[in-house]
């Protein structure tokens, strides 16, 4: 997975806000095909709906910290000032609610390879991150640990730089890589989790969300 280790959070998932809210929607009845539980989707629309208020934030956060490199110590403080914080609090409780989406559909897919194979990778970063962050404590083990913050100046996307107990380095993960991830690896699920939606049929009510 692109999970920004080298700096990159190159992605083929588009950063448009309609078009990612459709791929969460779409993830959303996917995943609760497979798993055969109906509240997976509101579970996977709501993070969808969070990370499009995190993708507004991040693409402000260029022009905050520009303007916060060339603060004299007479600037004064405006409200802007605490985005960078509040994407990064946001960021990490949305991670949170993605661990635990996770966690739900694995133990329903209950060993299903053709189910669960796609997110391994997924769900391995997730464990690197999730443990230090919620615990402050390297996954698996007894060393205390706490994630530095990362933000791009050019492109506001915000990670953690984590270390990784299987590697014994670190790495940097980025938040939209872990839903690029996700959207991307749902996407592998086409055609069978549609099949599994129809047979406990689970049907899709039309949707006039439209992000402006």
């Given at each position: 997975?692109?999970?920004?280790?080298?700096?990159?959070?190159?992605?083929?998932?588009?950063?448009?806000?309609?078009?990612?809210?459709?791929?969460?929607?779409?993830?959303?009845?996917?995943?609760?095909?497979?798993?055969?539980?109906?509240?997976?989707?509101?579970?996977?629309?709501?993070?969808?709906?969070?990370?499009?208020?995190?993708?507004?934030?991040?693409?402000?956060?260029?022009?905050?910290?520009?303007?916060?490199?060339?603060?004299?110590?007479?600037?004064?403080?405006?409200?802007?000032?605490?985005?960078?914080?509040?994407?990064?609090?946001?960021?990490?409780?949305?991670?949170?609610?993605?661990?635990?989406?996770?966690?739900?559909?694995?133990?329903?897919?209950?060993?299903?390879?053709?189910?669960?194979?796609?997110?391994?990778?997924?769900?391995?970063?997730?464990?690197?991150?999730?443990?230090?962050?919620?615990?402050?404590?390297?996954?698996?083990?007894?060393?205390?640990?706490?994630?530095?913050?990362?933000v791009q100046p050019d492109t506001g996307r915000v990670g953690?730089?984590?270390?990784?107990?299987?590697?014994?380095?670190?790495?940097?993960?980025?938040?939209?890589?872990?839903?690029?991830?996700?959207?991307?690896?749902?996407?592998?699920?086409?055609?069978?989790?549609?099949?599994?939606?129809?047979?406990?049929?689970?049907?899709?009510?039309?949707?006039?969300?439209?992000?402006?």
């Open positions: 997975m692109t999970d920004g280790r080298d700096g990159s959070t190159t992605t083929t998932i588009s950063t448009n806000l309609n078009d990612r809210l459709r791929l969460w929607t779409d993830a959303s009845y996917k995943l609760s095909g497979w798993a055969g539980d109906f509240a997976l989707v509101m579970d996977i629309q709501d993070l969808g709906r969070a990370e499009v208020h995190l993708l507004r934030i991040e693409e402000r956060l260029p022009a905050i910290i520009k303007r916060q490199r060339a603060l004299t110590d007479e600037a004064p403080f405006v409200a802007d000032d605490m985005l960078p914080n509040e994407v990064m609090a946001l960021s990490r409780l949305w991670l949170f609610g993605l661990y635990e989406s996770m966690r739900t559909y694995k133990s329903a897919v209950n060993g299903n390879a053709r189910a669960w194979t796609p997110f391994i990778a997924l769900n391995r970063v997730l464990n690197v991150v999730r443990a230090p962050l919620a615990k402050h404590a390297v996954a698996g083990r007894a060393m205390e640990h706490t994630p530095g913050l990362l953690w730089n984590v270390f990784d107990p299987q590697t014994n380095t670190y790495r940097q993960v980025f938040r939209i890589a872990l839903a690029d991830e996700l959207l991307s690896a749902t996407s592998a699920l086409l055609g069978a989790g549609q099949a599994e939606a129809e047979e406990r049929n689970l049907q899709r009510p039309k949707s006039s969300t439209t992000i402006v």
